[in-house]
């Protein structure tokens, strides 16, 4: 919304007006804690609410069959119970002020506040208790799935902003009198993943149901309306839904979406006949087990476009989610690469280095990132190079201070500032990282090696509650931290933190501090990747794998300033898909791995706790271990060494953090926001 607004583009973004957010993490004895994250504590200024312009949401009923008088099929979904959605707008103000573009969330009300007979005859908790179960639709971000009224009120959540989104679209439309034939010429809905995938359904059922309009011509409306970003290759993260469960919560719905594949396979045997099998890895129903609506591929049948987010997770897109349908229709599958924001992640986040940018090249660079080409003519001036490590090093005095403050582990700035920020979990491998952690721990302490640089090795990040191995490995990384920090025979050379309660303002000081940033994903695995973006655009040097958007910044800054290492994605592929991944295999002929296992099965890092992470070392041995750490773990550690190297020579180290920062331009949000512009919702620059 930024982007679209400082480009002068048209745009709004729909979310749910949430009063709780995932959680707040605290940390205890080194294990994660949960805590209620109230959004609203201190209210939201910019705000503006629109309850004129509030939305009736219909859930549960039934269906009942009915007759038009032309003799047509009439659905009637009857008996529900409703929702309000009161809108709140929150202005997105583009960069000089000329466009205002807006972010819309609903918050959910009940339709009435309370039974006044109920009330009268005392029972004052079952009086309100209608208020309190329709409210909780937009109390908390995330609700947990491990319970069933935990998915029910998830579903409900998706259907919310779908529904108050779609009825707020079409508010605007009828507004301008224009005829809804032309409904996909003036309205482009972009499906960020899976989660709004029920627009597609709620579509449909409004132009056919309240619209009349006839069923062929409401899907070509549709499916020239919607758009779909795909954002994981995780299959576990594709979302399935239970026919039963949105049978009971969206009755109507349910039987659009048998309509819906009806049609669509018919399309899919007429190309394919007698091919069984594609029918079913097509059909928006998983058959198998308890019957469950497949959202992704209602998301792809019901767009004209789907991307993924870099170029590499686009062809895994083509190939590997989304094969069959790539083959049916392979001209709607594009790539979009994502960017982040340079007015937040540099120009707020980063005013030294933003003050030196500007005095060096003008304001231009803040609304055209590709203008930091312009520093290569800057990278021998000694004054510039001075004052652009000068920032690096305001910045990590800075975080230093704050960890003193928070952690007290003392950090000293003047060694590398080597940071791992982002989501806990095993694909990401914070596992790896520590794994070296280790092995460079005892290089030091028990080979009596003494690196030629002082590393500090901070961590941040949430685990999902409910992931035991995640929380685990936040576990592990304090228990490393606790020994290697009080440890004197580390001299000051080698500190671990782990910063608790990962968020936007503490990655606004955690980036711009940053040395090396830490991308080193299975590679196949990650998306995209956005921090990897916003280190480097403040000059840190990326230690990662070939994946995700990683491939294309290797790209712009060339192999010399970036390090990588790890398997390829189809030598990963290859491996799992043949059993032929054996790390016990690789752990027998390396003498550093069998040490740093010994180690954790020797309880040095968990004295007080025998065995606690015998499960790494257990999991990671196991064939076919699904992210490959040990794998990858000796070219890790040799770019790790080589890292260790340039950074001593200050003169090379300066050179390639200016590099990285002038090549970044292809990482705004500027551009790809222009693209999506361009080549999905065709709309273009409005001047005032």
Not at 394 to 404: S, V, Y
Not at 451 to 477: D, H, M, N, R, V
Request: hydrophobic share 40%.
């Amino acid at each position: 919304l930024d982007s679209l607004a400082t480009l002068g583009l048209p745009g709004c973004g729909y979310g749910i007006h949430y009063e709780y957010g995932l959680f707040r993490q605290s940390i205890h004895n080194g294990y994660q804690k949960e805590l209620a994250d109230y959004w609203m504590m201190e209210g939201m200024p910019l705000q503006i609410a629109r309850p004129d312009q509030s939305v009736i949401v219909p859930l549960y009923g039934r269906v009942e069959s009915a007759v038009a008088p032309g003799g047509d099929y009439l659905p009637m979904w009857v008996d529900w119970d409703d929702i309000i959605g009161v809108p709140y707008d929150i202005p997105v103000v583009g960069y000089g002020g000329k466009t205002v573009n807006y972010l819309r969330l609903f918050a959910a009300k009940a339709s009435q506040n309370f039974d006044m007979a109920i009330f009268n005859h005392g029972d004052y908790i079952r009086a309100v208790q209608r208020k309190i179960e329709s409210e909780m639709v937009s109390k908390v971000l995330y609700p947990t799935e491990s319970v069933s009224f935990g998915k029910e009120l998830r579903l409900v959540q998706e259907y919310f902003l779908v529904a108050c989104g779609l009825r707020d679209i079409t508010r605007r439309f009828v507004a301008q009198n224009k005829n809804f034939e032309e409904f996909a010429d003036y309205v482009a809905i972009q499906l960020n993943d899976t989660h709004p995938a029920l627009t597609v359904v709620e579509l449909m059922r409004y132009l056919v149901d309240e619209r009349r309009i006839d069923w062929e011509k409401a899907w070509d409306i549709t499916r020239a309306t919607c758009a779909y970003t795909n954002h994981t290759l995780l299959p576990e993260a594709l979302e399935l839904w239970s026919v039963s469960l949105i049978e009971k919560v969206l009755p109507r719905h349910l039987q659009i979406i048998y309509e819906i594949n009806s049609r669509f396979l018919k399309k899919v045997e007429g190309k394919y006949p007698d091919d069984n099998e594609k029918l079913r890895r097509m059909s928006l129903i998983c058959e198998e087990g308890i019957k469950k609506v497949r959202m992704a591929n209602l998301a792809v049948v019901g767009s004209h476009s789907v991307n993924g987010v870099s170029a590499l997770h686009s062809e895994l897109v083509k190939t590997r989610l989304f094969p069959d349908f790539h083959e049916l229709e392979p001209d709607k599958f594009n790539n979009k690469t994502n960017g982040v924001t340079p007015r937040r992640w540099m120009l707020k986040a980063n005013p030294p280095l933003s003050s030196l940018l500007t005095d060096t090249l003008g304001a231009c660079w803040i609304t055209d990132l590709s203008k930091l080409h312009k520093l290569d003519g800057h990278m021998n001036d000694r004054e510039f190079r001075a004052r652009f490590m000068q920032a690096k090093q305001d910045n990590k005095i800075r975080l230093a201070n704050f960890i003193k403050a928070t952690l007290d582990v003392n950090i000293p700035p003047d060694a590398i500032f080597d940071i791992q920020a982002k989501r806990i979990h095993e694909y990401k491998r914070q596992l790896l990282n520590v794994l070296h952690i280790i092995h460079r721990y005892l290089e030091m302490v028990d080979n009596e090696v003494e690196p030629s640089s002082a590393q500090a090795f901070i961590f941040a990040g949430k685990a999902a509650p409910g992931y035991w191995e995640a929380k685990q490995i936040i576990k592990l990384i304090h228990s490393v931290a606790n020994v290697i920090n009080n440890d004197p025979r580390t001299k000051g050379l080698l500190k671990v933190a782990f910063v608790p309660d990962y968020r936007v303002s503490l990655a606004e000081k955690i980036i711009p501090a940053c040395d090396v940033s830490e991308q080193i994903s299975t590679a196949g695995t990650e998306a995209s990747g956005t921090g990897n973006m916003k280190f480097a655009m403040n000059g840190a040097l990326t230690v990662g794998t070939y994946d995700g958007a990683n491939i294309e910044m290797l790209e712009e800054v060339g192999g010399d300033n970036f390090y990588l290492f790890g398997l390829k994605q189809e030598e990963v592929e290859k491996a799992l898909r043949e059993g032929s991944y054996h790390p016990r295999g690789i752990y027998n002929h390396s003498p550093e791995i069998r040490q740093v296992f010994s180690a954790l099965l020797e309880n040095r890092f968990s004295p007080d706790e025998p065995d606690l992470f015998r499960w790494v070392v257990d999991k990671l041995l196991s064939d076919n271990e699904q992210y490959m750490h040990l794998a990858d773990f000796k070219s890790y550690c040799e770019a790790q060494k080589q890292i260790v190297k340039d950074y001593s020579d200050k003169e090379l180290w300066s050179g390639k953090a200016i590099l990285n920062t002038a090549r970044m331009g292809k990482f705004s949000t500027d551009r790809t926001m222009q693209e999506y512009a361009e080549d999905i919702w065709n709309i273009k620059q409005v001047k005032g």
